[in-house]
């Protein structure tokens, strides 16, 4: 069993910056494919941004793409998501999921098999 436990939200103002951190327990770390999602009021959730397990690929969202940046250090157990240019529909809770069974990063939620609690990103205008 493996538990995330998000942390680094708050409140920014429109364009500031935030980082995430989702720090996974367990000493198998460097075998899952991290990703981010975020689900806003009244919408789905929704993917954010992957890394697969060596961090040498990455993927975003296009409304995150060129903003946000997904990284990982495994000697630390810990994937980040730095967040740039914020804007006020970044607003949302952000969850960190794991999966240790997959290949590539995929963009589906229900393909992840571990999951934070959340964290709440508000950014305001």
């Known amino acids: 069993q493996v538990q995330l436990v998000e942390s680094g939200g708050g409140l920014v103002q429109t364009g500031g910056s935030l980082r995430l951190s989702c720090a996974p327990s367990?000493?198998?770390?460097?075998?899952?494919?991290m990703t981010w999602f975020r689900q806003a009021p009244g919408k789905e959730r929704e993917f954010v941004a992957g890394?697969?397990?060596?961090?040498?690929?990455?993927s975003y969202a296009d409304p995150v793409k060129g903003r946000f940046t997904i990284a990982r250090d495994n000697a630390k157990n810990t994937v980040y998501l730095q967040m740039n240019s914020l804007k006020s529909e970044d607003t949302a809770v952000y969850y960190c999921?794991?999966?240790?069974?997959?290949?590539?990063?995929?963009?589906?939620?229900?393909?992840?098999?571990?999951w934070g609690q959340g964290t709440q990103v508000t950014v305001s205008s």
């Open positions: 999921a794991a999966d240790g069974r997959m290949i590539t990063i995929t963009r589906s939620e229900n393909t992840y098999e571990y």
């Open positions: 367990g000493r198998t770390f460097g075998s899952y494919i």
């Open positions: 890394i697969n397990r060596s961090g040498r690929v990455t």
